[in-house]
């Protein structure tokens, strides 16, 4: 106990205002980060809402220009019928002319009659001339009307051209920063890689070959035994020994793991599939996770960095052996130990 008392008093003196520092440095990093990523992500997304408004505003303007053409083309449709009316009654004029024409030079002497038919005869034909001349004046303002329309729809389809362009170009930067991004976080993740085979051979070696320790894939699988009496969560002195070498290695792997690494020591508690209903613990959920919670405890007390650390109960739920008999209990019964990202 006075061992542990100074210790204590040791950790307290000496590490926490280092500890509080680094905690300080990381979350602002964080913060740096993310921040400096909503800001891209955010002129982006305005960049690309920008053009697909204007592509939006272009193709309303287009609609309506194809309205408008689509109702010039029917106004020309119906002045070409106004024309050949006008032309079909300017021929029938005509030959109405060179009728009388030949009864005014066969009845010359008809009298003041037929010559007055030929006066109003002539009137109408005059009549019939000018309406066809402003029909072919009209027709002309529309051809150029026409002109200037398609004028102008090249001129959108050239913007509309540039403006998909320029999103395509926006597409690329925007897959460019997720592709450089993708590749950072592969980095870190084949760091955190690098890091953590060494931690397990360190803690290999501290542990020796010692049977109620076990490695199963990335985890150190402890006896539950070695930490706890039956249906407790208060570590035991030969468990607190064991903790004493895990806290060492990791209080040195924390300071050599880049603080951009966001890495934790995840302590998994498992029970067996044996019901338990005590004063203390009335559910086996209860059981393990209060042995993964003093686990915990201990390794902050001896210096670990809190923030480095999960707890997690497993109560029954994830057996490594379901056979129903004691060696699969004993088996199942156990503290698993992962060191894996946050």
Known sequence: MALARARRSESGFNYWPGFVDALSTLVLSIVFLLSVFLVVQFFLSQEVTGKDKALEQLNAKIAQLNDLLSLEKLGKLALDDQITQLRAGLAAAEGERDRIKGLYEGLSGAGGDAQGRANELTKA?????????RALAQIEVLNQQISALRRQLAALEEA?????????????????????????LAQRVQELSRYRSE?????????????????????FVFQSEVFFDSGQALLLPEGRAELDKLATALIDLDKQIPAEIAWVLRVDGHTDMRPINSPLFKSNWELSSARAISVVQYLIFLGVPAQRLVAAGFAEFQPLDNAPNEDAYKRNRRIELKLTER
């Open 160 to 184: 509309l051209e540039a403006s998909e362009k320029r999103d395509k170009e926006s597409q690329g930067r925007i897959a460019d920063l997720g592709q450089r991004l993708n590749v950072a």
């Open 125 to 133: 034909l005059e009549s019939e001339k000018s309406v066809s001349t």
């Open 199 to 219: 931690f397990f051979g360190r803690l290999r070696a501290i542990l020796g070959n010692r049977p109620d320790v076990r490695i199963v894939g990335d985890r």
